[in-house]
């Protein structure tokens, strides 16, 4: 099974910055792409950023170039940094990957959802 492990939410101040990360772990044979998804309380949970194959990052206008998304091919880790951060940015933050998951000599596409994590940022 693929896991994927969050850390780096918590609670900011605004205008403030936090880096979260976010690592996949298992059988994987290849990560075809990773990235970040956000759910505030009653609303629908929205994309923030992805990064495929390592080379072009898709982004959500809503944060208008103040996340920065990367990623750590070696150590199966990509990385959400947050700068200039405002309350509505507050939301559980959730770790999505798009994986091809090896078992033997089986091979299965799959999405992989982490189990988030709580950013605040105060006012």
């Known amino acids: 099974q693929v896991h994927l492990v969050e850390s780096g939410g918590g609670l900011v101040q605004a205008g403030g910055s936090l880096r979260l990360s976010c690592t996949a772990s298992?059988?994987?044979?290849?990560?075809?792409?990773m990235g970040w998804y956000r759910q505030a309380p009653g609303k629908q949970r929205e994309l923030v950023k992805t990064i495929t194959g390592g080379v072009t990052p898709n982004y959500a206008d809503s944060v208008k170039g103040r996340f920065t998304i990367s990623i750590d091919n070696a150590k199966n880790t990509v990385y959400l940094q947050m700068n200039s951060l405002k309350p509505d940015d507050t939301a559980v933050y959730y770790c999505?990957?798009?994986?091809?998951?090896?078992?033997?000599?089986?091979?299965?596409?799959?999405?992989?959802w982490g189990r988030g994590t709580l950013v605040t940022v105060s006012s």
């Open positions: 298992g059988a994987i044979f290849n990560i075809n792409s």
């Open positions: 999505n990957a798009n994986v091809v998951s090896i078992q033997g000599v089986t091979y299965r596409a799959l999405e992989v």
